[in-house]
């Protein structure tokens, strides 16, 4: 059988098989990303019709989205810690890793999604500090307009009451028209509160396509004396997953559906960079 190097091993019927899929599913997520993302920047232009607010809505990001806790209970600063402490334990295990292996780290699709991983909580991590420094400016601002209006409290419960008791004369109307204010006033994120979101939709396809390979199929029926499972192998192909899933129960993100695109794209990418190496004479 021919060397990778060789141009006619790219051209048995395998090779080109596998190339026609790759192909079809780049091309694939490419228009998918193309048209969807360019339908969210249309629509932020563009009066829309009610079901296309609707999708709208689904597929923004806001600002306290990204830093905020989902649950009540738990502060910002307790997802902050949880983001900080995950992203400094697994740099360290990243540099250990490479002074262990060299670049020849990033020779696996795992190592791949691992620092994708860890630049997700990195980047996590600084929009949590910038969004825990605004959430403190806010608390500040209400201790103390409390502290300098003590005076006015009576006259203020009053103006509430009454006010209270429109809302109840005008019924659901007023609270939905609230609502729908609340969510137009709501500050949109960034360019890097979007690159937040579509990183953790890529490291959460990623994470499971590798975790599922791994455990159902390297390790049953691949291991050979080439390949054992150690520790720091099993817990590369375990701790990932779970700590995205508990970072995804903590945050208030939602996640379009039309974003996983970005994880077919950086698996082609993966994918291509092997076919390019091995066409180069280096092999595993």
Same mark, same amino acid.
């Given at each position: 059988?021919?060397?990778?190097?060789?141009?006619?091993?790219?051209?048995?019927?395998?090779?080109?098989?596998?190339?026609?899929?790759?192909?079809?599913?780049?091309?694939?997520?490419?228009?998918?990303?193309?048209?969807?993302?360019?339908?969210?920047?249309?629509?932020?232009?563009?009066?829309?019709?009610?079901?296309?607010?609707?999708?709208?809505?689904?597929?923004?990001?806001?600002?306290?989205?990204?830093?905020?806790?989902?649950?009540?209970?738990?502060?910002?600063?307790?997802?902050?810690?949880?983001?900080?402490?995950?992203?400094?334990?697994?740099?360290?295990?990243?540099?250990?890793?490479?002074?262990?292996?060299?670049?020849?780290?990033?020779?696996?699709?795992?190592?791949?999604?691992?620092?994708?991983?860890?630049?997700?909580?990195?980047?996590?991590?600084?929009?949590?500090?910038?969004?825990?420094?605004?959430?403190?400016?806010?608390?500040?601002?209400?201790?103390?307009?409390?502290?300098?209006?003590?005076?006015?409290?009576?006259?203020?419960?009053?103006?509430?009451?009454?006010?209270?008791?429109?809302?109840?004369?005008?019924?659901?109307?007023?609270?939905?028209? +609230?609502?729908?204010?609340?969510?137009?006033?709501?500050?949109?994120?960034?360019?890097?509160?979007?690159? *937040?979101?579509?990183?953790?939709?890529?490291?959460?396809?990623?994470?499971?396509?590798?975790?599922?390979?791994?455990?159902?199929?390297?390790?049953?029926?691949?291991?050979?004396?080439?390949? +054992?499972?150690?520790?720091?192998?099993?817990? *590369?192909?375990?701790?990932?997953?779970?700590?995205?899933?508990?970072?995804?129960?903590?945050?208030?993100?939602?996640?379009?559906?039309?974003?996983?695109?970005?994880?077919?794209?950086?698996?082609?990418?993966?994918?291509?960079?092997?076919?390019?190496?091995?066409?180069?004479?280096?092999?595993?």
């Amino acid at each position: 059988m021919e060397r990778a190097s060789s141009l006619e091993y790219w051209f048995h019927w395998p090779s080109l098989l596998c190339e026609f899929i790759i192909f079809v599913a780049f091309v694939v997520a490419v228009v998918v990303i193309f048209k969807c993302e360019r339908l969210v920047l249309v629509f932020k232009c563009e009066r829309l019709r009610s079901s296309d607010e609707q999708w709208r809505r689904g597929t923004r990001v806001y600002e306290d989205e990204l830093w905020k806790p989902c649950w009540r209970t738990i502060s910002p600063l307790g997802l902050l810690a949880y983001r900080g402490i995950l992203f400094f334990l697994l740099a360290g295990l990243l540099i250990g890793y490479l002074r262990k292996s060299g670049f020849l780290f990033f020779y696996f699709y795992t190592q791949w999604t691992f620092t994708l991983v860890i630049i997700y909580f990195g980047l996590a991590t600084l929009i949590s500090i910038e969004g825990c420094y605004q959430w403190y400016k806010q608390g500040s601002i209400r201790d103390h307009h409390e502290r300098t209006d003590f005076l006015t409290v009576d006259t203020e419960q009053e103006i509430y009451a009454a006010e209270r008791a429109r809302e109840n004369i005008s019924g659901t109307s007023v609270t939905l028209q +609230s609502y729908h204010e609340w969510q137009e006033n709501r500050k949109k994120a960034g360019f890097w509160g979007y690159t *937040m979101q579509i990183i953790f939709q890529t490291c959460a396809g990623a994470v499971v396509m590798t975790d599922i390979v791994f455990w159902v199929i390297i390790v049953p029926f691949l291991s050979t004396e080439r390949f +054992s499972l150690n520790l720091l192998m099993g817990s *590369m192909h375990s701790v990932n997953a779970f700590f995205l899933i508990v970072d995804s129960a903590l945050n208030s993100l939602h996640f379009p559906w039309f974003r996983g695109a970005y994880f077919v794209l950086w698996t082609a990418l993966y994918v291509i960079f092997q076919w390019v190496i091995h066409a180069c004479g280096f092999s595993w």
